[in-house]
């Protein structure tokens, strides 16, 4: 699963590197890393043998112990060259030992191997490895050298560094015989458990002594009985080296398991070992033990990790960066002490007050007292809030206090007077500014005789990372998850020889001398090839002679392969270097050579800035591995001037087009051309280069993702727009949209299949044929699209002859079939007010302009009209104007016609009395229809009013009712809001029987008494009768 993971991963890296040049090195060969600047060497960590790595370092930085060891020769141990000779006496694991030794030491690199080493040991497998604990290893280690060196001057190696000897005795108390069994070591074991550190544990065993008495006597064989007796341990023998095991870990019996101990234990820096020592007379010197190792476990008892502290004491690492920073920090440290003294340990402070008491115990609140007297602080106010009441603070610490069983008295348990006591005696330790001071503590170091802090160089060396620390860091392994679990000692008597001092090869036998010289060489001759290769980047030179320009871009007039050169250099050469590089590659090359940085777009090879600067480094120009670089003279290539920089780069667009017509506009497909434009091109050019004939452009807006929402028309107002600034980068679409054309496009699948808001057809029917022809064509359009181009792709798309457009017209249809006033040419879709989709008949006939009037007009009478006629004239013509000119298409002649509306029911309604007023004043609009009547129209100023009589179908006056009808009105004529064009009124009375009488003309000015008057005239005549 994971696998294809990381396929897909690599799979997409190489694609995007792909054709830049080769992919990235192999990095097998590549050599291991050098030492760092401690210049010590770290070990491998092989899988869980951090507890190995942690014993070999603490024994090479024994310079005794791998002195011992390279002291032995081939003539002893063999060599491991004949480690396969079947009869050869080769001892490997000393000489593998050996051979570590020497690569620890001299080997430039951060981390040594030692698989050569474990297999010596039979261990081929990480179990076989993991199975040990570091103190148990450390015996099978030694086993196995002291058995390998059987027989060899170093047989007694290990035994003479790091055997020692206790004494165990029984004193009988009777016959003071003395029962006694010594006991060898290599280590020493000592408990953590309910011990404050290794003094107090040592002296547990070799000082205190156990007694036999009461019920439990001992058997003495001198007296053949049982008596009372006196046990103790001793010191015997003190190694040069003293290794001390930590039981950190520990059996719960009531839980039943295992467990860490991880409370703290203090060990000194250096330890007088005389107290525990049988033998006691001899000079201080010869009991005084110094730290050089310790080994840290960290983690549960059930797994975790070793590292170790080590002193450099021939001081061969680089441990001066550290040192020159700790000037600093020891300084400020020095000044804080000064302060942080108030706030001591109180265990110490306690421990303090209570050596220098004569009683046995003292009672606690004298204690406190003291306490009080002598630092000048009350426990309450100092202690208690950190460490709670001073009783429950002595009770908590039974190792050191020792309280009555009431609890009301306290003194320090014996050991830790005497031990204190002793360490107080023993003056020439100490500096006299610790003399006074509180002696023994957990948090102090102990005293140390060394004046500077020559020879306590000390290192963390984990694994192979290798690390200077303080000596004061030690301190922060006395207790917890990660603490101290083996100490090693060295006997401070042991001297190093001053040419030892910081000399790694000192000691070290001839031919492991030459077998790292050798493998340094080979390490450094492998750290220049490989950093040889990784500065090694492949240039692509391109040259001019094998190219050619053309559609925006270089093209190789052979294949690519031919026209380009790999040359690989090291980037950290110059630019003359290279153009050196290339002279001489090319052996013939005339006039000036110029580099042009250069890269492949998928329009061909574009290039950009001219690389200057001969004395820059091909990395300080930025030249990366897999540069294409263009060799030409600067200008042309093949007598083409070459645009050069981005602002030139040329973009592929895809530039589609409708292919064909379908009916309905689906499922059609678009034609697809690819185009190279300059990105600096306008979209003006860009427009008459694609669409010369017209039409728009449409951009897909997210490039591939061609999704039929995101077609975008460019308008007019973008046309001075470059291709660059509205977004048009390689692979972009574009749509042109021939005015013609039907229908909009989807992409998705290259179909058509969607039409947008702003985009869509018209159908146009040929109305100018002479038969009866049904076919209809669609032509796309947007709301923004000019009648003229409409016009002119329907005479193509009917095959009509192109002559016909300027005798020809486009006339909406209506839906009863009816041809509608011709749409002027130069009107927008949206300016005729098309739908989308309607029917436009193409008509011969001018179309009226965008001035121009298309009317309808028949000669007619009140009660019946003449066949409809057209005419287009001018809106500003007037009325008489547009009536002659009726007049004379339909025949008539004379002047007893005037022009009348047609009104709601298709009659001829309100004339048009105001005959030198112009058709636009009186709101006369295109595709109205007017009437030809017969009759002079009214005078100026007067007002033709239908007159109805109403006939009475009951006896009531004529005269109230006409009273009724003109109530409220005023005497003016023009105030009765008589709608010149009005028709008559409807009848609506019930009970009425109206007639009507005919039209009056009366002048606007005229009265209503006047009105009555001229009414009654006509009715009058036809009916005999009076108002
Ligand atoms: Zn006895």
Redesign the pocket.
């Known amino acids: 699963m994971f696998g294809d993971l990381f396929e897909e991963d690599f799979s997409f890296i190489a694609n995007n590197h792909c054709g830049k040049g080769k992919k990235s090195k192999p990095r097998e060969s590549e050599p291991p890393a050098p030492r760092d600047f401690t210049n010590l060497s770290g070990i491998k960590n092989q899988g869980g043998t951090c507890y190995l790595n942690s014993l070999l370092q603490t024994l090479l930085f024994t310079p005794e112990f791998r002195e011992a060891l390279f002291s032995l020769g081939p003539e002893e141990l063999g060599t491991l060259d004949d480690s396969r000779k079947p009869d050869a006496k080769v001892r490997i694991i000393p000489l593998q030992l050996q051979r570590l030794f020497a690569q620890l030491l001299l080997l430039d690199q951060q981390a040594a191997s030692t698989t050569d080493l474990t297999e010596s040991f039979g261990w081929s497998s990480h179990e076989e490895m993991r199975q040990h604990d570091v103190q148990e290893l450390n015996r099978i280690l030694f086993s196995a050298l002291e058995t390998s060196l059987v027989g060899t001057s170093g047989h007694d190696l290990i035994n003479r560094l790091y055997h020692g000897i206790v004494v165990n005795q029984i004193v009988?108390?009777?016959?003071?015989?003395v029962s006694e069994r010594q006991e060898d070591f290599l280590d020493l074991t000592v408990a953590v458990k309910g011990v404050a550190g290794l003094e107090e544990a040592l002296w547990n065993m070799y000082v205190e002594e156990e007694y036999f008495e009461n019920d439990n006597l001992y058997r003495?064989?001198?007296?053949?009985?049982l008596?009372e007796?006196s046990k103790s341990a001793k010191l015997r023998k003190l190694p040069p080296f003293l290794t001390i095991s930590l039981l950190r870990f520990n059996f719960d019996f009531e839980k039943c398991e295992r467990y860490k101990e991880t409370s703290c234990y203090t060990f000194p820096i250096q330890i007088n070992l005389r107290p525990f020592c049988e033998q006691t007379e001899m000079d201080d010197s010869e009991y005084m033990y110094e730290l050089f190792s310790v080994i840290i476990h960290k983690g549960g008892c059930y797994g975790g990790h070793y590292h170790v502290y080590i002193r450099d004491v021939d001081e061969l690492g680089n441990w001066q960066l550290q040192e020159e920073e700790d000037g600093l920090i020891e300084e400020k440290a020095l000044r804080d002490t000064e302060n942080a003294k108030e706030t001591e340990n109180p265990l110490a402070v306690l421990k303090g007050i209570l050596s220098e008491e004569e009683a046995k115990q003292i009672p606690v609140d004298q204690l406190g007292q003291k306490l009080l007297e002598k630092k000048g602080m009350s426990w309450n106010k100092k202690y208690r809030k950190q460490y709670g009441a001073l009783r429950k603070y002595l009770q908590n610490h039974p190792q050191i206090f020792q309280l009555s069983p009431d609890g009301n008295k306290v003194g320090l348990k014996e050991t830790h007077k005497l031990l204190f006591k002793l360490d107080s005696h023993g003056q020439n330790l100490q500096s006299p500014s610790q003399k006074n001071d509180v002696q023994w503590n957990c948090e102090k170091t102990p005293p140390r005789p060394r004046a500077t802090s020559a020879g306590c160089h000390w290192f963390d060396l984990n694994d192979s990372k290798v690390q200077p620390i303080k000596e004061k860091d030690i301190e922060k392994q006395f207790q917890g998850k990660e603490s101290a679990y083996m100490l090693f000692y060295r006997k401070a008597q042991l001297k190093r020889p001053p040419e030892a001092r910081g000399n790694p090869r000192y000691q070290i036998p001839e031919h492991l001398l030459n077998e790292m010289n050798a493998a340094n060489t080979e390490l450094q001759k492998k750290r220049a090839e490989c950093d040889s290769a990784n500065n090694g980047i492949d240039l692509h030179l391109h040259l001019s002679s094998c190219y050619k320009f053309h559609n925006g871009a270089l093209h190789p007039s052979l294949s690519w392969k031919e026209s380009v050169v790999d040359l690989t250099i090291d980037r950290r050469k110059t630019l003359g270097d290279l153009r050196q590089a290339v002279f001489q590659m090319l052996e013939s090359w005339e006039g000036d050579m110029v580099l042009s940085m250069a890269k492949p777009l998928p329009a061909g090879l574009h290039l950009y800035q001219v690389l200057d600067g001969d004395e820059l480094t091909l990395d300080g120009i930025g030249l990366a591995d897999g540069a294409d670089i263009f060799v030409w003279n600067g200008k042309e290539v093949g007598g083409t001037k070459v645009l050069t920089g981005p602002e030139h780069e040329p973009v592929v667009l895809n530039v589609l087009r409708l292919a064909e017509h379908n009916e309905g506009g689906k499922g059609q497909h678009f034609s697809e051309a690819q185009h190279v434009f300059s990105c600096s091109t306008s979209l003006g050019q860009l427009h008459s280069a694609l669409a010369p004939a017209g039409g728009i452009i449409l951009k897909n807006g997210s490039g591939a993702d061609r999704e039929a929402k995101n077609w975008e028309v460019f308008h007019e107002e973008d046309m001075k727009e470059t291709v660059r600034s509205v977004g048009l980068r390689d692979g972009c679409s574009v749509l042109i949209l021939d005015s013609h054309d039907q229908s909009f496009v989807n992409v998705a699948s290259g179909n058509l299949t969607a039409f947008t808001y702003d985009i869509s057809w018209l159908q146009v029917k040929n109305f100018c044929g002479v038969e009866e022809e049904e076919k209809h064509i669609k032509i796309t359009a947007t709301i923004e699209t000019v009648m003229a181009d409409i016009k002119m792709k329907a005479i193509r798309e009917l095959q009509l002859e192109e002559e016909l457009a300027s005798e020809s017209c486009l006339r909406p249809v209506s839906g009863n079939g009816k041809l509608l006033s011709p749409v002027p040419e130069d009107y927008t879709v949206k300016e005729a007010e098309l739908k989308m989709g309607s029917l436009l008949g193409l008509c011969r006939g001018k179309a009226p302009t965008s001035t121009q009037l298309f009317l309808y007009f028949m000669v007619g009478s009140d009660q019946n009209c003449g066949p409809e006629m057209e005419i287009v004239v001018e809106e500003t013509a007037s009325v008489r104007e547009c009536l002659n000119l009726m007049l004379e298409k339909s025949g008539l002649s004379g002047d007893n016609w005037h022009l009348r509306r047609l009104d709601w029911c298709y009659e001829a309604g309100e004339a048009l009395s105001q005959e030198n007023a112009t058709l636009k004043e009186l709101n006369v609009c295109r595709g109205d229809t007017l009437v030809i009547t017969e009759g002079k129209l009214p005078g100026k100023g007067f007002l033709e009013i239908p007159i109805w009589w109403l006939k009475p179908s009951s006896h009531k006056k004529h005269g109230e009712n006409a009273q009724d009808q003109v109530n409220g009105i005023t005497w003016k004529m023009e105030a009765l809001q008589v709608s010149a064009a009005a028709a008559p009124p409807e009848p609506t009375r019930l009970g009425l029987d109206l007639c009507y009488a005919g039209r009056i003309e009366i002048a606007g000015e005229a009265s209503l008494e006047d009105l009555k008057m001229q009414s009654v005239v006509p009715w009058h005549l036809c009916h005999g009768h009076w108002l």
């Open positions: 009988c108390k009777e016959c003071k015989n003495c064989g001198a007296c053949d009985k008596v007796a």
